[in-house]
Structures are given as structure tokens and as C-alpha cells.
């Protein structure tokens, strides 16, 4: 715990004028952003007495090490700042609302040849026009089957329409009227997206426009007597309005607004939005966050406002925004919101009417939400505390172990050996932190051997960044182990502490770790580890921080693998222990008889998701190498052979079989391909191995492969 003064600024040093400013700890992690009217002011609010400060501030200002700002010249500036720093450093200490569902929107994708409306989840895409979000998707194709009569936009996947356009004839929506069939040329091009820009425009709110368009033609075709025409109308009129039915109008004089409310207590704030467009509620969403600093209902209302407008320009800003208490510095934020639109938004708090009606509604919706992730995050908070205690006694540990690190090695009867770090944090998976090693250091199948280089590697990353950071004071190099961290040093103050944020990005990796999520596909290579290491910025490192407890999945010899390979470089003060899988006994460093916690134990079952994560994700990685070896061809070899000309060797020549029979000329005949390059490709294909023949496992006759071969 670090104090507040070894790291206070002189007042004469800090500017009386707006900025944002960042406290870092002592790993030189960003935990802390806020933004100020008046910077000097601000900041020495957090060095008074610390019995005066709010238990939150308390706990931030003794947590960090040091403390620096920027200066900006406006208040938009410093909010649009202090939300890009936010959302680049992810703070700990900083109020960050987390989505209650992944909610569903009607998209457009008006960035295609032919746009297509489909239900869409997740980040929002460019050139995508959104709807929404709603409550449920069956809501969203409820809607689009209606209005598709009237509006028949594509709604098929790429295969579909490729296929359709292939053979000429259209899906099934094609010949019952609900889609126009571009893929098929019924109509064209610019008439397909007017379309879809009538459909965008009727969903945006202007309804009434379309309704007497179509009221008026029917009346025509009637007077004219195409009564298949009229009834087809009448019935394309009835689908509008069903429609429109679907949400009901909340609001009269047709109001384009966000109304936002909030409920909260002593410790955690939800948060609901209800989209209206056209005086119709057209979406609603809600968020829920812990209240990690002390902010009153003003404070959440601009991190809402931050979080739901960050990302979002032109029509997706509203015209009017309506909450329950403005935030500190309302003009600010009006401006940031109309810069976002291109035009001006009202920020105001309902007082009378329809308006403050529905607000009451929203707020209703944010104290049921509250209740119901209480309700179910009350169980979930005494479950993992009480799992995480109970490891800490089976395991004798002084404290909980918040943060625990498993490791598991996978391959395939020696071959593509690789090992996978999963990383749980109070009790929950923290898939951002996960990370994939390749053995680097022999070949074959040696599990124990595995384990002690992963241990050593992933330690001793941890190391070099303690000792570029300056936590622990360089020594003379020993002769044995690596000595233990030293007491990190106090914190610089002064001008050498209060700098402009560091333009700089993650540390040079280990070669063989890939710290990207587990749903992200894995590179072959990595920067170099050697390379020097560019400034800190204070972004989530790699390797920066050290567990509490490292599991490795296996027994006794896998465990004192792990263990020797930290006392190799100097780490006593980390628990090790294995867990394994035929009696899921628990096992300790230099201990003959296992611990065995109960079948019902919750530390059991939180050690076995932690095993089983670990697993899963290293042979998630397993299976994508053996995958890409198996499909790797003897074209990979040739340096400066890109997949386009790999492609055109193979089509012209028909296999590689074939192409390795063919001569350095007829190579170059090839379009694309040089005489060097066809060189190298001759030189490749004759220095590879030869493949091994194919055989019919029906039959066990051995395939001649006259035409094929490995193709890529």
C-alpha cells in the first residue's frame, strides 16, 4: 500500500487549466482516469487526509504510485479523451458498464453490392445501418416478415445468393414475392438498394409517408378496376401496420429520443435506455456496473452517455437525450453529443407530460434490473468467495488466491506439443489474460520436461518486466539461481513523474506465447523476445502479473517440475499445485501423499473448471496446428510465393504431382510466375519429402494418385 505523499505533485507544478489525468500503480498500470474544468484543483482533492476521502478514492489513491495528466484546451476535449483512455486502458478503478445480454439488431448492410437485412449481435460494423436493439430476435423476423411484402429486400446469406445467381434460378422467397431477386437480375442494382433505402427509411420512424403512398395507388388501382392489384395493396397496407403495432407510441408529437435512467446503491448502479424514433419505442437496453469509485447519479449518467454514444455518429445520436440528472458539465457533453450527430442535441431532465411519464417507466425497468442481477449475483459472490477460501486452507495459502494460473500441455503422440495458460481472477475466467506457448526447447513427448519450460518461460517474462519497470533493483549477476524481487523502490516524483501519456504499445512477446482471446485464430510466429522493449504505456502487459496460486494439470512429477523451474529463477513467494485427473487428487510440492478436498467441495469443482478451461484451450490450439500442418504443401517453402500464384500453379498444372514432373520453362508459362521464381519452386518440390500414399480404408488398397497430390 503505497502513500498518497511519496508520489504527491508540487501544487506549483500542476496546471489550473481542463485535462485528463491518469494514476498508474506500481507495475505502472493505468487504474485511475478523470477528467477536470480545473486540473489543480481536481488533483488535490485526492491528497487530503485519507481518513477524509470516500472508502473508493481511499482504496485508489493508496493502490497507486504515481500520477500524470494532459492538458487540453476544452471540456469536450478532455471528455473525449478521457473516454478513448478509458476504453484503451480499461481501468480498475473506473466505472465500466458491462451489457446484461448481447442484444439483437435489425441490420442493413448497405456496404454491399446488394444489401441484405439480417439479425445482427455484437460490434457494430461500418456501413452497416442498425436498428434496435431489441429484446429478442424472433421480435426482429417478426417485423421483417411483414414489412418484407412491401420492402422486398435480400435477406439471404452470400452462399445463397452465389448459388442462386449460379444457377439461375431464385430461393423460395423469390417466387412467393417476399424478395426482389437481384441474384437472378428481376431488378437491378440501383433498384434493389432504393429498396433498401425505403425499408431503412420506414424503419427510421417515417411511416406515414409510405402508409398514404400506397393507401393512394390502391385507391387508383381500384377506380381502375385491377382489383388484384388493390387487394395486394390493401394487404401490403395491413403489414405496415401490424408493423407499427408491434411498438406502441409512446410518445405523440413522434419525439426522436434516448431516455436513460438509473437506479443504484452503496455499491453497485444499473443503467436502461429505451430507444425511441418516430414517438415509438424502437429499442431498449440496459447495463449494470460496479460503482469501483465514488460517483453520484450525475457521474454514471455521463459514463452511460460515454459508453453508449463513444462509438456511435450521425443518425444513431439522437436529437433530444433525456435524463434523470445532468451530468457535471452539461454543455460539455451536449457538444461532444452534437459533434457525434453533426447537429444539435438536447440534453435535459423531463419535467412534465409524456416524457417524464415514460422516463418513470425506464426508471421502473433499472430498479427491477438491479434486483435481478442482485438477486443472482448474491449467490454467485458467496460462491466463489467460499471456493476460493477453501483452497486457501486446503492449501495452506495466507491469503485467497485472486488470481490463479493453470497450465496443461497437448499433443498428438509427440507431434505439434503445446501448452496453453488460462487465467481465473476472484473465481471467473479471464479469457483476455489466456495465453499459447509452442515447445520450443526439444522435440517429442516429455510432459514433465514441457511443463518446466512453459514455467520458466512464462516466469521469467514476468521477471524482465519487474526489471524494466523498476520494482526491483538491479544486482550483480549471480553465479546460482536468479535472486527473489526486491522491495520495488519509491515512486518518482516531480517533473520526472507527471509526463504526457507514453506513446507506446505491449511489450515484445515471448516467441512462442500468443496472447490474443481463444476465439481468435493463433500466428505461427511472434516478434522477436530479444528486441528492446519500446516505453511504457501503461497497457495490460503480457506477462506483468504475477499469480497467487499457478495449478498445472497432472500429478506429483508435473508439480515439481513447475516448482523447480521457479526456484530456478528466485520465486518463493508463488503456491503451486497439481490437480489430477484420475481421482482429482491435489497435489503439493514435495509431498508424497496428495490433498483430497470433498466431491462436494466448491474449491474442488473451482480448481477442476480452472483444469478443465486449461485444457480445453490448449488443445483448441493443438488441433489448429495439426489442422494447418496437414494442409501445408511443399509450395510453402518457396520464399516470395504468395497464395494468388500457389492458386494459378495448381489450376494450371492440376496437382503438384504434376507440377513437380514439370520443367523450369514450362513453370515460367505460367502468368505471374518468373524464371527465378519458377526456379525456386523446381528447387522446393525436388528437395521435398515424398508424401505418403493414400489408402482406401474400406478395402486397404493402396490409392495411385494419376491426378492428384497435395494441393493447398
Known amino acids: 500500500m503505497a502513500d498518497p505523499s511519496s508520489y504527491r505533485p508540487k501544487p506549483g507544478q500542476i496546471p489550473d487549466s481542463p ?18 474544468k480545473n486540473l489543480r484543483q481536481r488533483l488535490a482533492n485526492y491528497f487530503q487526509d485519507l481518513a477524509a476521502l470516500h472508502p473508493r478514492t481511499r482504496t485508489m489513491v493508496t493502490t497507486a504510485a504515481s500520477v500524470e495528466w494532459t492538458v487540453v484546451s476544452t471540456e469536450v476535449e478532455a471528455l473525449q479523451l478521457e473516454y478513448s483512455w478509458i476504453k484503451e486502458f480499461d481501468p480498475r478503478f473506473n466505472v465500466k458498464y458491462r451489457d446484461d445480454k448481447s442484444y439483437p439488431y435489425l441490420a442493413v448492410t448497405l456496404n454491399e453490392e446488394f444489401p441484405r437485412v439480417q439479425v445482427m449481435r455484437g460490434a457494430k460494423k461500418k456501413g452497416v445501418r442498425y436498428f434496435g436493439p431489441y429484446g429478442h430476435a424472433w421480435a426482429i423476423r417478426e417485423t421483417v416478415d411483414l414489412m418484407l411484402r412491401v420492402f422486398p429486400v435480400r435477406t439471404c446469406s452470400a452462399g445463397v445468393f452465389k448459388n442462386a445467381a449460379r444457377t439461375g434460378r431464385p430461393c423460395l422467397l423469390g417466387y412467393i414475392g417476399k424478395c426482389s431477386a437481384p441474384c437472378v437480375g428481376r431488378v437491378t442494382p440501383e433498384e434493389h438498394r432504393e429498396l433498401a433505402g425505403d425499408f431503412c427509411d420506414f424503419m427510421a420512424g417515417r411511416t406515414g409517408t409510405y402508409i398514404r403512398r400506397l393507401e393512394k395507388d390502391m385507391m387508383a388501382a381500384a377506380e381502375e378496376m385491377e382489383y388484384e392489384r388493390a387487394a395486394r395493396l390493401r394487404d401490403d397496407v395491413e403489414a405496415l401496420k401490424r408493423a407499427m403495432e408491434k411498438s406502441a407510441v409512446v410518445l405523440a408529437d413522434a419525439t426522436d429520443a434516448d431516455l436513460i435512467a438509473v437506479a443504484e446503491d452503496e455499491l453497485e448502479a444499473a443503467v436502461q435506455i429505451f430507444h ?11 447495463w449494470v456496473t460496479d460503482k469501483v469509485e465514488n460517483v453520484d447519479t450525475s457521474g454514471l449518467v455521463e459514463h452511460a452517455l460515454q459508453q453508449l454514444y463513444g462509438e456511435e455518429a450521425g443518425d444513431s445520436v439522437p436529437k433530444e437525450v433525456l435524463v434523470p440528472a445532468l451530468p457535471e458539465d452539461p454543455d460539455a457533453v451536449a457538444q461532444w453529443l452534437a459533434d457525434r450527430r453533426g447537429s444539435h442535441v438536447s440534453l435535459r431532465i423531463p419535467q412534465r407530460g409524456d416524457k417524464k411519464d415514460l422516463m418513470a417507466t425506464v426508471q421502473r425497468n433499472a430498479q427491477q434490473a438491479l434486483g435481478l ?18 483452497i486457501a486452507g486446503a492449501l495452506g495459502l495466507d491469503t485467497a488466491p485472486l488470481r490463479i494460473e493453470c497450465f496443461d500441455i497437448s499433443h498428438l503422440q509427440g507431434d505439434d506439443v503445446v501448452a496453453s495458460m488460462a487465467v481465473f481472477e476472484d473465481g471467473l475466467a479471464r479469457k483476455s489474460e489466456y495465453r499459447r506457448f509452442q515447445i520450443k526447447g526439444f522435440e517429442g513427448q516429455d510432459d514433465v520436461r514441457s511443463m518446466h519450460e512453459v514455467i520458466g518461460r512464462r516466469f521469467k517474462r514476468y521477471l524482465q518486466e519487474k526489471e524494466r519497470t523498476g520494482e526491483w533493483e538491479e544486482t550483480p549477476a549471480p553465479t546460482g539461481p536468479v535472486p527473489a524481487p526486491q522491495t ?11 509526463t504526457a501519456p507514453a506513446v507506446g504499445v505491449d511489450t515484445i512477446p515471448d516467441a512462442g506465447a500468443t496472447p490474443v482471446p481463444d476465439t481468435a485464430p493463433d500466428p505461427d510466429t511472434a516478434p522477436d523476445p530479444d528486441a528492446e522493449p519500446r516505453e511504457d504505456d501503461g497497457r495490460p502487459k503480457r506477462f506483468a502479473y504475477p499469480p497467487q496460486l499457478v495449478v498445472v494439470d497432472g500429478g506429483q512429477p508435473q508439480v515439481a517440475a513447475a516448482k523447480r523451474a521457479l526456484d530456478e529463477l528466485g520465486i518463493d513467494d508463488i503456491a503451486v499445485c497439481g490437480l489430477a485427473k484420475r481421482l482429482e487428487e491435489v497435489w503439493l510440492p514435495e509431498d508424497d501423499d496428495p490433498v483430497v478436498l470433498p466431491r462436494s467441495s466448491e474449491g474442488l469443482y473451482l480448481l477442476q473448471r480452472v483444469r478443465d478451461e486449461a485444457h480445453r484451450f490448449a488443445i483448441t490450439y493443438q488441433r489448429a496446428k495439426r489442422a494447418k500442418r496437414i494442409r501445408s504443401s511443399p509450395l510453402d517453402a518457396v520464399a516470395g510465393l504468395g497464395e494468388t500464384r500457389k492458386q494459378a500453379l495448381i489450376k494450371h498444372f492440376g496437382s503438384v504431382k504434376k507440377l513437380k514432373q514439370a520443367t523450369i520453362d514450362e513453370i515460367c508459362e505460367v502468368p505471374g510466375i518468373g524464371r527465378r521464381t519458377a526456379e525456386s519452386v523446381a528447387v522446393a518440390l525436388a528437395s521435398a519429402a515424398p508424401a505418403a500414399p493414400a489408402v482406401n480404408t474400406a478395402t486397404g488398397e493402396i490409392i495411385e494418385d494419376d491426378d492428384g497430390g497435395s494441393t493447398t
Open 488 to 498: 520495488a523502490p519509491a515512486a518518482l516524483t516531480g517533473p520526472a513523474a507527471l
Open 373 to 390: 442481477h442482485k438477486t443472482k449475483r448474491a449467490s454467485d459472490l458467496t460462491t466463489r468467495s467460499r471456493a476460493l477460501e477453501e
Open 19 to 36: 485535462g485528463v489525468y491518469k494514476f498508474r500503480d506500481e507495475h505502472r498500470r493505468v487504474i485511475y482516469v478523470g477528467k477536470a
Open 276 to 286: 425511441v424514433r418516430g414517438g415509438r419505442v424502437r429499442g431498449q437496453r440496459g
